[in-house]
């Protein structure tokens, strides 16, 4: 097999959680009294980490970070998120599948902005922790996405686990927002865009899009692998 190992953003990909996130921003900021649109969200800060959030929020809308406020904004936040996931199921229709299908066959680990306690929940719930065996998680890097430490990382992390040097080119990254496909990009992965997000059109940076993550397939990964591995061998010398 030419695929070496796949590697899941989270939020948008296997969680349903950025209407959930807008929400719980929302809960949050109007407490604060700061009025956030979802058009804001989607616009301007889908794709970033909390920490990112709060200070783009800071710069654009006034928003009082300082001091111990952002720890106390960081923890509010993810108070009431995890609230609202306990009240429901926020997996994409065949994520489980999927992650199960991809983990059988492969290593496999999560790169994402969320963090570490909220992704743990979420896959502990849906029974799928023992196979994501490595996650980079919000504070786990010094830069977040479109940074390429998260995913550069995640590789490398994926092969101690795997006991051996797994090549970047022959992973894939999976995502559903341009910070993430561009991270995953220049940390040398191939990527796959979903369009859960964003319109397929505007995901330029991914190899190949696709409209969720129940039309992600072991057989569409693999090809994607082999691709780069021909691109490779055709370049010249």
């Known amino acids: 097999m030419t695929l070496e190992g796949v590697v899941f ?15 719980v921003y929302q809960i949050l900021l109007g407490q604060e009294g700061v009025p956030f ?7 301007r800060y889908l794709g970033l980490n909390d920490l990112g959030v709060f200070d783009a929020l800071a710069r654009d809308k ?9 720890a106390m904004l960081l923890e509010r936040k993810s108070a009431i998120f995890l609230r609202l996931v306990r009240e429901g199921d926020v997996l994409f229709e065949g994520a489980a599948r999927c992650v199960a299908e991809v983990a059988a066959a ?12 909220e ?4 896959l502990a719930d849906a029974g799928l922790t023992p196979l994501v065996p490595v996650i980079v998680a919000a504070g786990d890097t010094t830069r977040g996405k479109p940074s390429p430490e998260p995913y550069t990382k995640a590789v490398e992390l994926l092969s ?4 051996r040097r797994i090549d970047p080119a022959r992973v894939v990254a999976i995502e559903d927002s341009r910070p993430g496909l561009q991270s995953a990009r220049a940390a040398g992965l191939r990527a796959l865009g979903l369009a859960t997000s964003y319109p397929a059109a505007s995901l330029v940076e991914a ?16 090809s994607m692998a082999a691709d780069a591995e021909a691109g490779a061998s055709e370049a010249p010398r």
């Open 9 to 23: 953003d989270f939020d948008g990909v296997i969680a349903n959680s950025e209407p959930l996130h807008l929400r």
């Open 37 to 43: 649109s979802a058009s804001e969200y989607y616009d």
């Open 62 to 70: 006034g928003l009082d970070v300082a001091g111990d406020r952002m």
């Open 106 to 117: 492969v290593p496999v680990a999560i790169a994402s902005g969320a963090l570490r306690h």
């Open 119 to 122: 992704i743990d929940q979420i």
């Open 160 to 163: 101690r686990h795997a006991g």
């Open 207 to 222: 190899d190949r899009v696709t409209a969720d993550i129940s039309h992600v397939t072991l057989p569409l990964l693999e």
